[in-house]
Nanobody, 123 residues
Framework: QVQLVESGGGLVQPGGSLRLSCTAS????????IGWFRQAPGKEREGVLC????????YYADSVKGRFTISRDNAKNTVYLQMNSLKPEDTAIYYC????????????????WGQGTQVTVSS
């Protein structure tokens, strides 16, 4: 099994940026197809980005398209979520997960989840 740890969350003003990290340990052979999700108070968990099952490219939710990007450092077993032009609506706990693929307009998870990191966008 792979264990995931998210980090990099915090408090940021609207329009600011944050970079979240998802670092794997344990069975890193299970560290693939990393997706990012978020859950705001009173709302269901939603997919932010994941791997397209159609062509392997990155699927972005409409709400974050053009503002969020994913990158990786394989030597560090880490995937990054770069978040720019942050809005108050982006406030949520952010989670990473393995074996996450886009099916239609939804991101599904068949692997493991991290514990989450809090992102708060507020003046």
């Amino acid at each position: 099994q792979v264990q995931l740890v998210e980090s990099g969350g915090g408090l940021v003003q609207p329009g600011g940026s944050l970079r979240l990290s998802c670092t794997a340990s344990g069975s890193t052979s299970d560290y693939y197809a990393i997706g990012w999700f978020r859950q705001a108070p009173g709302k269901e968990r939603e997919g932010v980005l994941c791997t397209s099952s159609a062509d392997g490219s990155t699927y972005y939710a409409d709400s974050v398209k053009g503002r969020f990007t994913i990158s990786r450092d394989n030597a560090k077993n880490t995937v990054y979520l770069q978040m720019n032009s942050l809005k108050p609506e982006d406030t949520a706990i952010y989670y990473c997960a393995t074996d996450s693929y886009a099916v239609g307009s939804s991101c599904l998870v068949a692997g493991s989840w991290g514990q989450g990191t809090q992102v708060t966008v507020s003046s």
